[in-house]
C-alpha cells in the first residue's frame, strides 16, 4: 500500500524558511506528478505546487515565486522550499499523487506566528 511519509513542518516567524519532505513508499512514485497540497482551519485543502515525473511545475498564486518543489526520483522524495513565509501560510501541508486514489497521509504541520 502506497504510504506518503510528510516531515518538515513547524513553527517559524513571518518571513522565514522551511523546507517539507515527503517520501513515497511505492512504485508509483515514478509514475504520477507529485503535489504538495495544504488545509487550514475550517477552510479546503487545496493544491499549492506541483512537479511532473519530467520536472515541470506549477504553482499556486499565492505560493509563486515564494515556494519551490523539487522531486528526487531515485529516493521517491519530493520536497517543498518555502520562504518568505506569511502567517496565512499556517496550515497542514500534505503530499499526495496527482490522480491516484490512495489514501493520504499524516500531514505536517505548519505554523507561520511571530
Known amino acids: 500500500q502506497v504510504q506518503f511519509v510528510e516531515s518538515g513542518g513547524g513553527l517559524v516567524q513571518p518571513g522565514g524558511s522551511l523546507r517539507l519532505s515527503c517520501v513515497v513508499t511505492?512504485?508509483?512514485?515514478?509514475?504520477?506528478?507529485m503535489g504538495w497540497y495544504r488545509q487550514a482551519p475550517g477552510k479546503q485543502r487545496e493544491l499549492v505546487a506541483h512537479?511532473?515525473?519530467?520536472?515541470?511545475?506549477n504553482y499556486a498564486d499565492s505560493v509563486k515565486g515564494r515556494f519551490a518543489i523539487s522531486r528526487d526520483n531515485a529516493k521517491s522524495t519530493v520536497y517543498l522550499q518555502m520562504n518568505s513565509l506569511k502567517p496565512e501560510d499556517t496550515a497542514v501541508y500534505y503530499c499526495?499523487?496527482?490522480?491516484?486514489?490512495?489514501?493520504w497521509g499524516q500531514g505536517t504541520q505548519v505554523t507561520v506566528s511571530s
Open positions: 512537479v511532473t515525473n519530467g520536472g515541470n511545475t
Open positions: 499526495h499523487a496527482l490522480g491516484a486514489s490512495t489514501p
Open positions: 511505492s512504485r508509483i512514485f515514478n509514475l504520477y506528478a
